[in-house]
């Protein structure tokens, strides 16, 4: 049997904004609700995910908060224990956002998904967000079976070699990692390609210092091309010919319709968060999804015809609460590593007290909650007795307050100009810490008294009071909560 919860509508919205990961229970939770059985008995099973974004805990933004790497080893304990074999991929995305915070994240997320055992690796856009030699260091260093034929290394230094006829692929393409791998378990040849989509590279975040290295490091090949000169080539190697596809649902369509021989399609890189609780049939293939921060974990149970292709597939979706249980070993080694980087932290934030990262952090259009409360003493005195007025302490008591994914919610103004710049700066004549007035307002700079500046202030509630983040959240409720 297997254990979870059952993802009953197709697609189910799981978008998660910014907000503290909350540290594993030190006990190994029993799971207390039974997934279905497929009605046959599995020959292999596909288990999938893809975004994870060095989400290796669960967030904490709710109670009830999914995810994590404690549950994630266990479900693949209790899964591996079973008699059909499970062949474990992903489809990227398992690095973190551009700063020193999430670098160490990320590569303790990618030494884990080693340690794992993952058959097959796709990358994303995030995976370069440190750069392809930082990326090709952490695959050569923790043996991470990555896969992706369209990603062109301009350097052969930064070319991982391939192993077996890929090799000669890889040379042909020229691509910094394997293009494809096959993987044998349960009588069948798994063919994994790894393709990215040029279209899902977002606006650089690292400092605009390295901004020109990835032009000369690398570039990014039309997926379909490369497919078209690649999938008959490791068709005829394989059973099951999975993509692991990082670009949207247009895009892998594309793919499809363009490209025959594609049995299934793992994709990644869905801003939504919206994983797919039934495969979607395009032509001969099926579309699969799991994704959002590790909380949802795909499994795909096949049934093999005489041939050893896909007779029969059964799919369910692991929502990844706190019905699965901790692993105690993998809760171990979390801890380990935050000790570790907790040290590392500590020295890099006092660093930036004092530098900064930003030359144009104060450009004056926030003002700080001083100015708000000279003219609004009432609705000031209301406001310093909510939870908003101590919203960064709640990072800051777990050192996560520089974490990029989780501040965003607990600052003001942050990622815009003038804004929250992610350390506090000594001497600095504004402190945007918490969520104050003009995190709700907008910048005090701006301040209108046609009623509009109110208005922005509801628009802004559902930035962060998420449906994944708070489910609970309601306006008409919360609102009188802090009403002023």
């Keep these: 049997m297997r254990y979870g919860t059952l993802l009953i509508i197709g697609l189910a919205a799981a978008v998660a904004i910014g907000a503290s990961q909350a540290p594993p229970s030190g006990e190994s939770k029993a799971p207390t609700v039974v997934l279905p059985d497929a009605p046959w008995p599995p020959d292999v099973r596909l288990v999938y995910e893809s975004d994870t974004r060095a989400y290796y805990r669960p967030c904490g933004c709710n109670q009830n908060s999914a995810g994590g790497f404690a549950r994630r080893a266990a479900l693949l304990k209790d899964l591996r224990a079973q008699a059909a074999p499970v062949v474990l991929c992903t489809a990227g995305d398992f690095y973190g956002t551009a700063d020193v915070f999430n670098e160490a994240k990320s590569h303790f997320v990618a030494r884990t998904m080693g340690e794992l055992g993952y058959d097959a690796i796709g990358i994303g856009e995030m995976d370069l967000n440190f750069g392809l030699a930082t990326l090709v260091a952490d695959v050569r260093g923790f043996k991470l079976p990555v896969v992706c034929a369209n990603l062109r290394a301009k350097n052969d230094s930064l070319r991982v070699r391939a192993d077996g006829p890929a090799s000669a692929t890889a040379d042909r393409l020229g691509s910094a990692f394997a293009p494809y791998r096959v993987v044998t378990k349960g009588g069948a040849r798994f063919g994994f390609l790894g393709l990215i989509s040029p279209a899902t590279k977002m606006k650089k975040t690292a400092p605009k210092k390295d901004a020109p290295v990835e032009a000369i490091t690398y570039s990014l090949a039309d997926p379909i091309e490369v497919a078209k000169s690649v999938v008959p080539e490791l068709r005829a190697a394989c059973d099951i010919l999975v993509v692991l596809a990082h670009m949207s649902d247009d895009d892998a369509v ?23 609780g039934q495969p979607q049939k395009v032509h001969d293939a099926s579309l699969l999804r799991a994704t959002s921060q590790g909380q949802n974990i795909g499994e795909l149970d096949i049934r093999l015809g005489d041939d050893h292709h896909i007779a029969e597939t059964f799919n369910r979706m692991h929502i990844m609460d706190a019905s699965y249980r901790d692993d105690p070993e993998m809760i171990k080694r979390i801890e380990t590593f935050e000790e570790e980087n907790r040290k ?50 709640t990072l800051a008591s777990q050192f996560v307050h520089r974490d990029t994914n989780c501040v965003g919610c607990h600052v003001t103004g942050y990622g815009e100009a003038g804004g929250f ?12 810490i918490d969520v104050q007035c003009e995190a709700c307002h907008g910048p005090g700079s701006q301040h209108a008294r046609d009623g509009s500046y109110r208005a922005t202030a509801i628009q802004s509630c559902v930035k962060c009071h998420t449906s994944n983040d708070d489910p609970d959240f309601d306006f008409a409720t919360d609102w009188p909560k802090i009403a002023h």
Excluded: N, W
Aim: proline share 4%; net charge negative; hydrophobic share 40%.
């Design 344 to 393: 590392l932290q500590k020295e890099l934030f006092a660093r930036q007290q004092v530098q900064g990262d930003d030359h144009e952090a104060f450009a004056g259009s926030f003002l700080g909650v001083g100015a708000c409360q000279s003219c609004h003493v009432e609705e000031f005195d209301v406001y310093a007795h909510t939870r908003h007025a101590h919203a960064y302490a």
């Design 421 to 432: 710049q992610g350390v506090r700066m000594r001497g600095a004549s504004v402190d945007l």
């Design 254 to 276: 594309a793919l499809l319709q363009a490209v025959p021989g594609i049995d299934l399609v793992v994709l990644g890189h869905d801003p939504q968060g919206r994983p797919l």
